[in-house]
């Protein structure tokens, strides 16, 4: 067991914290990330869909281990309907989760980051100096700011409301689509959330399902095998989600929360590697200005950044999930039906991908709201009268 002193502590070391970290280190900023896994990016618990665009935004082009396939369809079936949207022009990738982890790692470390695996945090306290003092089970680390980055394990004490378990296993089977994402309403078996395949290339995918109260390795297994056909499953995962919105405060004192700590995954599909990594990097850039300028205040703007960008989106995506979350399947499918629709569906096929809840106030503010409305109005009917 050994002590040591760094301007900043990171725990956890995935997108959120490395980032944080990364832009520390490049600003001459002494830190630390501890990480409490052997391996930085295991084990893996995403499915990899993101924004080419967005990866640029983290200062991220992805290498060859990173990168596994692009999308250019996207199909979305419920029980009677199905409609396939061209996802060419929003240039979404699927990238390897555990190798995109190493490459930030890298960047962290080249910039004057030191990271330690296999080392978990414990607890924080003072030293009665104006410094922490954290235990880790790699001995004592003093610093003047924490950032707390260890993901929805921040997030435990929160109301279980907010969590919906998943399943997600990376199988390879004839049935996966090289290039085609597949997405599946169905309230029954995936109630407020659904079930996906991700194609990562040569015949294998990531295939999951979430959803609210279901036992989800069940719920999955009979997804696969509705599919018919043989597969072989290489990794399995089980993981809760979280859809509860960004936390109401990132900054207490000199204690930082970033990622999933903070809720800044999208409540909508629950994905995260964008308004996390955007977090890290505002994050990074906010403590370094309180440490040069000596002045606490500065880390405010970090808080402020996030909510400017994501605050708006994020509540439009709640509304949304409150919406699906009361949907029956009569409702899903008419839903479904009405993205067929020519110009709708110009919208979604050209929608940021990062920033999606605009297709939401697009389709409410189209022909389609009003049959929406009445969708949405049967739907409360059936489930008065059922
Ligand atoms: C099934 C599933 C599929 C997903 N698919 C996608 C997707 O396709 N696209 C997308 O954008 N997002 C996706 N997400 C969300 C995305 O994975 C997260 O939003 C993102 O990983 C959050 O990053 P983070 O750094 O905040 O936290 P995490 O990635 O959760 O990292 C937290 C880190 O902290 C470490 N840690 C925890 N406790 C301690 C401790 N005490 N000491 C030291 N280290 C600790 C953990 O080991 C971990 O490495 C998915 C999530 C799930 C569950």
Redesign the pocket.
Known sequence: MSSSNYDVLV????????LTARELASRGISVVV????HE?GTPE??????SAQGLNNLGIMPDSNVFQNFVAKTIITSHCSRVELNSEHQNVIVID?RAL?KQIAHQAQRAGAAIRTR????SIGSDGAKRFIAK?TDGDIFCRYFVD??????LASSGRENFLP???FEIYASWIKDDIVQVTFDSDLYPGFFAWI?PTGQGMGKV?V?GRGINVSTALKQFVESRGENYSTIRK?F???WIGGAIDSFVTGKTIL????AG??KPS?????????IA?ILAGRAIAESINLNEDSALKVYEQEWRNLFQNEFRKMTMARKVLERLDNKALDEIINSLKEHKLREIIESTDFDYHSNVLSLILGSGVGVKLTRTLLGNEFRKIFS
């Open positions: 725990a956890g070391g995935s997108v959120a914290g490395l501890v990480e409490e896994h930085i618990h995403c499915g990899g869909m993101v989760r982890d080392c978990t945090f414990k880790t980055a260890r993901g929805i394990a921040s998943s399943a997600q991700i999951g979430a995962i993981a809760p989600i970033v990622g999933d700590a800044q995954t599909t629950a994905g995260g590697i964008y308004s996390c990594g890290g």
